[in-house]
């Protein structure tokens, strides 16, 4: 063979390697970017204390029962059924196993008999979670044996005038070292929850407050608080005001007024008489930032460090 056939052969292989290289990264670009999925929402474990004001915070199962279905995904009400359950945090909301409820964050969330639950206790030291939160945040989750200290469960449907309300028992309190453990954590009601940085909150604190805030790009502005549970709050000696072994409800209303503001009114069931009593209001009217006006989001339960059941959850849209 000729110098010029053998140039021409060098020449063909080397366009062969080269369009074949090219064709396989081409490939699995596309294969990423196929694997990446669209996902609206990522995990929050946000507990840092707020700002007041700031002018510059397991397989699917049909365990919660959606009923008088409309037009998908909205709804007329949103509830927790009586069977029971586990389900399993995942990173985004697309990902979650379960169609109607995320678990942000927390390791698990448990239905039994229709009562949710956090973790209780400790995870055993080889539990998955247990070793993923101890990579992650152990300081906030005591090594990974308490990732119910950040717990955040979410729902899959989005609202935007409703009334949300549950009865809640807070059985142990995790005194845990984190510098994140302090007044303002408690139990709370997402209200709008656009992503991490944008919703409303309200609920009762561990220092005995009742709380209505917002946090609007990640900055947390107190709307209305106002004592329920006596006593002094101390970190150490005197760390949670809830009383603990016992039912107590809370409820909250949020709805759009024509005016442009946001109206939140809630309300409290101590001791599951039925009688709700209205223990705080705010009007958010723009004076702490823009409010959340006709945002159509999600809603759901936050806690901090401390073990707790839920009864009784139920969503109602409200016109």
């Given amino acids: 063979m000729n110098n010029l056939g053998k140039n021409m052969l060098v020449a063909f292989v080397s366009l ?20 990446t999925p669209l996902i609206p929402l990522s995990r929050d474990t946000d507990i840092e204390e707020y700002k007041t004001p700031a002018p ?27 069977l029971s359950t586990i389900i399993e945090e995942a990173d985004y909301n697309l990902e979650s196993k379960n169609s109607d409820w995320w678990v942000n964050s927390g390791g698990y ?127 150490s000696s005197n760390p949670n005001l809830i009383p603990k072994n016992t039912w107590i409800g809370i409820k909250t209303l949020i709805f759009d007024n024509s005016d442009g503001t946001v109206h939140i009114h809630l309300y409290t069931d101590i001791n599951r008489t039925g009688s709700w009593t209205l223990i705080a209001k705010a009007i958010d009217d723009g004076t702490l930032g823009a409010p959340l006006y006709g945002e159509h989001a999600h809603a759901g339960i936050r806690t901090d460090f401390m073990d707790v059941e839920f009864d009784e959850y139920l969503i109602e849209k409200r016109n």
């Fill in 56 to 82: 510059t915070e397991v397989p699917e199962t049909p365990s919660i029962k959606k009923r008088t279905q409309v037009q998908a995904p909205a709804y007329n009400t949103y509830a927790i059924d009586s």
């Fill in 16 to 35: 062969f390697l080269f369009m074949g290289l090219f064709s396989y990264v081409t490939t699995l670009r596309r294969t990423q970017e196929i694997r």
């Fill in 109 to 235: 969330f448990f239905i039994e008999n229709g009562i949710g639950k956090t973790v209780s206790g400790k995870l055993s030291p080889t539990n998955s979670w247990r070793l993923k939160y101890n990579a992650s945040s152990p300081l906030d989750t005591d090594n990974g044996y308490h990732p119910q200290n950040i717990f955040r469960l979410i729902s899959q449907s989005s609202w935007t005038n409703f009334e949300q309300s549950m009865y809640f028992r807070v059985t142990a309190d995790n005194i845990s070292p984190s510098p994140n453990r302090a007044a303002h954590n408690g139990v709370l009601f997402l209200n709008r929850y656009k992503d991490s940085n944008n919703l409303y909150y309200t609920g009762i604190r561990v220092d005995g407050q009742a709380v209505i805030k917002k946090k609007l790009k990640g900055t947390y502005y107190t709307l209305a608080l106002s004592s329920l549970f006596p006593g002094i709050y101390e970190r």
